[in-house]
Nanobody, 121 residues
Framework: QVQLVESGGGLVQPGGSLRLSCAASGSIFSINAMGWYRQAPGKQRELVAAIPSGGSINYADSVEGRFTISRDNAKKTTYLQMNSLKPEDAAVYYC???????????????WGQGAQVTVSS
């Protein structure tokens, strides 16, 4: 059983900062890519940022230069530092990870429960 548990959401004023965390737990052999998606009311879920186990980090154009994704492999945790937040960044943010639970198995996709981010004065 694998779980992704997010924390760090909340209410912030425009221009403010928040840091989201997502910790993976359970029967984990290895983690490949980890990432953050978001979904605002009435909109489709969209990729915010993704960080592979190796290779280059990918950001959505709308957050480039304001958000930073990172990961701590020892803690099986990914972080999303969000600076200069705008009202249009308000959404439910979901953690995503590709996880292998057995050495011979495939990578399966897992999702966190979501963290609400509200940007309002």
């Amino acid at each position: 059983q694998v779980q992704l548990v997010e924390s760090g959401g909340g209410l912030v004023q425009p221009g403010g900062s928040l840091r989201l965390s997502c910790a993976a737990s359970g029967s984990i052999f290895s983690i490949n890519a980890m990432g953050w998606y978001r979904q605002a009311p009435g909109k489709q879920r969209e990729l915010v940022a993704a960080i592979p186990s190796g290779g280059s980090i990918n950001y959505a154009d709308s957050v480039e230069g304001r958000f930073t994704i990172s990961r701590d492999n020892a803690k099986k945790t990914t972080y999303l530092q969000m600076n200069s937040l705008k009202p249009e960044d308000a959404a439910v943010y979901y953690c995503n990870a590709n996880i292998k639970t057995k050495s011979w198995g495939p990578y399966d996709e897992y999702w966190g429960q979501g963290a609400q981010v509200t940007v309002s004065s």
